[in-house]
C-alpha cells in the first residue's frame, strides 16, 4: 500500500510554503528532495561518529570505515553488481562519465576509433566524449532522434558497427523522457565487440536496474536524484574492465606503496578513489536508498505510472500545449511548449505560484536544435507528488497562457 | 523638451508599481508594458547586440546621437522584454556620463530584485553591466 500522506510528511520541504503558497515541486528530474532520515543521518554521523575513515586504527574511523564500506554493499545488492568492489563512489553522474573517458576511454579508444551516443544525450555524455575525441582523434557518432523523441534500431545497427569502441547512451532521456531500448543497445554494442555505459541518472529512482541481467559493462547514476545527498554518485563497472583501467586521480588512498622510484596502486575500489571522499554524504545515500527499497521500487513504478498517464493527459488536453517527446516507452518527465510563448515566461508565472519546474534547454542543446525550439518546459514527477498537484499545475498553465497570450 | 532625469524616470516608474502588491498585477503590468515595445530591427539581432546568459535571447543595440545614448532592446520572452523596457526607458536618451554613473534603484523598489541574481539566468545583470559599458564607452569617445 502506498500511502502518500504518510510519504509526503517524511519529505520536510513538501509542506515549506514557497512565495506564500503551498509548494509543489515538479522539477524532480534536476534533483530530488530528501526525506527526513536522509537529513538525519548525515547530521547523526557528524555529530556521534564522524572521523576519516580507512587506516584508522580509532573507535571513530572504524565505525566510520563500516558504515561507508556498508553503503557500497548495499548498492551492491541494490543493483545487482556481481562484487562489492565494482561501486565505485564518485560526486555524480557526470564525474563518473568523465572517469571512464579519462581511463577507460585514454587507454582503450585510439585514433580513428568510434564513439557512439545519441541525439539525445545530456551534456555530460556529449562534452566528455568530445574532449576525449579532440585528444586521441577518435570519432563521435550519433545515433540521431526521432519525431517522438526516440531512435531507430535499425540507426543503432548501421551506426555501431566493429569499428565502434563504445557506446554510451542513456538509460531515460532528461529533456524528453523517452526511455530507452537499452537491453537491444546492449546486444548490438556486444555484437560489434563495443563496451557500453548507461546514463542510469534518470532511471536509478524510477526502475528496478540489474547490471548483471542488463550485462551492462558501466552504469553510472547520481546519488542527489534518488532522494539522497549531491556530491554523491556510483560508477559501476566490470571488474575485469575496472582491473585494466588506470587510475583517475592519484592522491592518497589509492595506493598500495609510494616510493619515488615506484607507487603500486591499491585494489579495487579504492584504486579509483583517491583523496577523502565524501563520506557522510554517501552514509546518508545507503540510508536514502534504503528508503526507496522500503517504500518498494516496484510500488514507486506503479504508482508514478498512473501519476504520469494521468498528468500526460491532463497536459494534453490543453489547447496550444505541445508535448515535446511522445514515444510509447517514456518515463516520469514531460516536457511542453505552449504555443507562441516562451518557455521561460512560462517558468516564471508558475514560479509565482508556487510551482517549480525547469526551464530551458535541460543540458541537452541538440534536442532543442533539432526541434528548433528556444527550449521547453520541463514537468518531472517523483513518488510524492499528487494527482492534486498535477490539478495545480493545469491551472496555473492555463493562467499563464492567458496572461502571456 | 526638458528630459526627465534617470532618477525622476525610476520613481515614476516605482509609483506606477506602488499600485500593485500583488505579483500577478506586477507581472500583467511587465506583459502589458512588453507588448507595446516596439521589435528591434532584424538588422540590430546581431551576435554583437546579443546579451548572453539568458534562457531567452535579449538583444541591445546602442547608438550616439546628439551627445545621448539611444537604446533599443527586444526579447523573445515577453516578462524579459518587459524589464529591459523598463532599463531603456529609464536609461535612453542620457548623456553616457549619466548612464554610467546612474544607480538603478528602482528595480529592487518594484520588487523585481530577483530577476537580478546572477543564477536566474535571464541576464538582466548582464544587460545592466552592458548599458553601463556603453556608457562609459561613449564618454571616451
Request: hydrophobic share 40%; charged share 20%.
Given at each position: 500500500m502506498f500511502d502518500i500522506e504518510k510519504i509526503r510528511a517524511d519529505f520536510p520541504i513538501l509542506n515549506e510554503p514557497i512565495r506564500g503558497k503551498k509548494l509543489v515541486y515538479l522539477d524532480n528530474a534536476a534533483s530530488t528532495q530528501k526525506p527526513q532520515v536522509v537529513i538525519d543521518a548525515e547530521k547523526y554521523f557528524y555529530e556521534h561518529q564522524?572521523?576519516?575513515?580507512?587506516?584508522?586504527?580509532?573507535?571513530?574511523?572504524?565505525?566510520?570505515?563500516?558504515?561507508?564500506?556498508?553503503?557500497?554493499?548495499?548498492?551492491?545488492?541494490?543493483?545487482?553488481?556481481?562484487?562489492?568492489?565494482?561501486?565505485?563512489?564518485?560526486?555524480?553522474?557526470?564525474?563518473?562519465?568523465?572517469?571512464?573517458?579519462?581511463?577507460?576511454?585514454?587507454?582503450?579508444?585510439?585514433?580513428?576509433?568510434?564513439?557512439?551516443?545519441?541525439?539525445?544525450?545530456?551534456?555530460?555524455?556529449?562534452?566528455?566524449?568530445?574532449?576525449?575525441?579532440?585528444?586521441?582523434?577518435?570519432?563521435?557518432?550519433?545515433?540521431?532522434?526521432?519525431?517522438?523523441?526516440?531512435?531507430?534500431?535499425?540507426?543503432?545497427?548501421?551506426?555501431?558497427?566493429?569499428?565502434?569502441?563504445?557506446?554510451?547512451?542513456?538509460?531515460?532521456?532528461?529533456?524528453?523522457?523517452?526511455?530507452?531500448?537499452?537491453?537491444?543497445?546492449?546486444?548490438?554494442?556486444?555484437?560489434?565487440?563495443?563496451?557500453?555505459?548507461?546514463?542510469?541518472?534518470?532511471?536509478?529512482?524510477?526502475?528496478?536496474?540489474?547490471?548483471?541481467?542488463?550485462?551492462?559493462?558501466?552504469?553510472?547514476?547520481?546519488?542527489?536524484?534518488?532522494?539522497?545527498?549531491?556530491?554523491?554518485?556510483?560508477?559501476?563497472?566490470?571488474?575485469?574492465?575496472?582491473?585494466?583501467?588506470?587510475?583517475?586521480?592519484?592522491?592518497?588512498?589509492?595506493?598500495?606503496?609510494?616510493?619515488?622510484?615506484?607507487?603500486?596502486?591499491?585494489?579495487?575500489?579504492?584504486?579509483?578513489?583517491?583523496?577523502?571522499?565524501?563520506?557522510?554524504?554517501?552514509?546518508?545515500?545507503?540510508?536514502?536508498?534504503?528508503?526507496?527499497?522500503?517504500?518498494?521500487?516496484?510500488?514507486?513504478?506503479?504508482?508514478?505510472?498512473?501519476?504520469?498517464?494521468?498528468?500526460?493527459?491532463?497536459?494534453?488536453?490543453?489547447?496550444?500545449?505541445?508535448?515535446?517527446?511522445?514515444?510509447?516507452?517514456?518515463?516520469?518527465?514531460?516536457?511542453?511548449?505552449?504555443?507562441?510563448?516562451?518557455?521561460?515566461?512560462?517558468?516564471?508565472?508558475?514560479?509565482?505560484?508556487?510551482?517549480?519546474i525547469r526551464t530551458g534547454h535541460h543540458c541537452a542543446q541538440p534536442v532543442m536544435d533539432h526541434y528548433h525550439i528556444p527550449g521547453t518546459c520541463r514537468a518531472s514527477f517523483a513518488f510524492y507528488n499528487t494527482k492534486e498537484e498535477v490539478d495545480v499545475l493545469v491551472t496555473s498553465i492555463l493562467k499563464a497562457k492567458k496572461m502571456l497570450s | 523638451m526638458e528630459t526627465k532625469s534617470i532618477n525622476e524616470l525610476q520613481d515614476e516608474i516605482v509609483e506606477d508599481f506602488s499600485m500593485y502588491d500583488d505579483w500577478n498585477d506586477k507581472y500583467e503590468y511587465l506583459i502589458e508594458f512588453g507588448k507595446t515595445l516596439p521589435k528591434l530591427d532584424e538588422e540590430y539581432k546581431t551576435d554583437e547586440n546579443r546579451i548572453h546568459g539568458c534562457q531567452s535571447r535579449v538583444w541591445l543595440n546602442a547608438q550616439m546621437i546628439d551627445g545621448k545614448v539611444i537604446f533599443e532592446a527586444d526579447s523573445d520572452a515577453i516578462i524579459t522584454k518587459g524589464i529591459v523596457g523598463l532599463l531603456v526607458s529609464v536609461l535612453s536618451g542620457h548623456t553616457p556620463k549619466e548612464i554610467a554613473e546612474s544607480d538603478l534603484y528602482f528595480i529592487g523598489k518594484i520588487g523585481l530584485q530577483e530577476h537580478l541574481s546572477p543564477t536566474r539566468a535571464n541576464g538582466l545583470l548582464s544587460m545592466i553591466k552592458k548599458m553601463k559599458t556603453y556608457g562609459i564607452a561613449f564618454q571616451a569617445k
Open positions: 564522524y572521523a576519516n575513515i580507512h587506516r584508522g586504527v580509532h573507535y571513530l574511523s572504524q565505525i566510520g570505515t563500516d558504515l561507508y564500506e556498508g553503503v557500497r554493499k548495499q548498492i551492491q545488492l541494490f543493483i545487482n553488481a556481481k562484487h562489492e568492489y565494482e561501486i565505485i563512489y564518485t560526486k555524480g553522474t557526470t564525474n563518473a562519465i568523465n572517469l571512464v573517458a579519462y581511463t577507460f576511454g585514454r587507454k582503450f579508444i585510439n585514433k580513428g576509433d568510434e564513439i557512439v551516443i545519441t541525439e539525445m544525450e545530456h551534456h555530460s555524455n556529449i562534452v566528455p566524449w568530445q574532449i576525449l575525441c579532440e585528444e586521441k582523434k577518435c570519432i563521435l557518432k550519433v545515433i540521431p532522434m526521432q519525431e517522438d523523441g526516440s531512435i531507430l534500431l535499425e540507426d543503432a545497427r548501421k551506426i555501431i558497427t566493429p569499428k565502434t569502441k563504445l557506446v554510451s547512451t542513456f538509460y531515460v532521456s532528461n529533456a524528453l523522457g523517452t526511455i530507452n531500448p537499452v537491453k537491444e543497445l546492449i546486444r548490438i554494442a556486444h555484437e560489434n565487440d563495443a563496451k557500453i555505459l548507461l546514463d542510469a541518472a534518470q532511471a536509478i529512482q524510477h526502475y528496478p536496474i540489474d547490471v548483471q541481467e542488463l550485462d551492462v559493462d558501466f552504469l553510472v547514476f547520481s546519488g542527489h536524484k534518488i532522494y539522497g545527498p549531491t556530491g554523491t554518485g556510483i560508477l559501476y563497472a566490470k571488474e575485469q574492465l575496472l582491473n585494466q583501467m588506470p587510475p583517475y586521480e592519484g592522491g592518497g588512498d589509492m595506493i598500495k606503496t609510494v616510493s619515488f622510484e615506484k607507487t603500486v596502486y591499491n585494489d579495487l575500489p579504492f584504486k579509483f578513489e583517491a583523496g577523502t571522499p565524501n563520506i557522510a554524504g554517501c552514509i546518508a545515500l545507503g540510508t536514502a536508498i534504503k528508503y526507496v527499497q522500503d517504500l518498494g521500487i516496484k510500488n514507486i513504478m506503479k504508482y508514478e505510472a498512473e501519476l504520469f498517464k494521468y498528468a500526460t493527459k491532463k497536459l494534453k488536453a490543453i489547447e496550444g500545449l505541445k508535448i515535446y517527446g511522445t514515444s510509447k516507452n517514456k518515463s516520469c518527465v514531460i516536457s511542453f511548449l505552449l504555443e507562441g510563448i516562451h518557455p521561460y515566461d512560462v517558468g516564471v508565472i508558475l514560479d509565482n505560484s508556487g510551482i517549480a | -
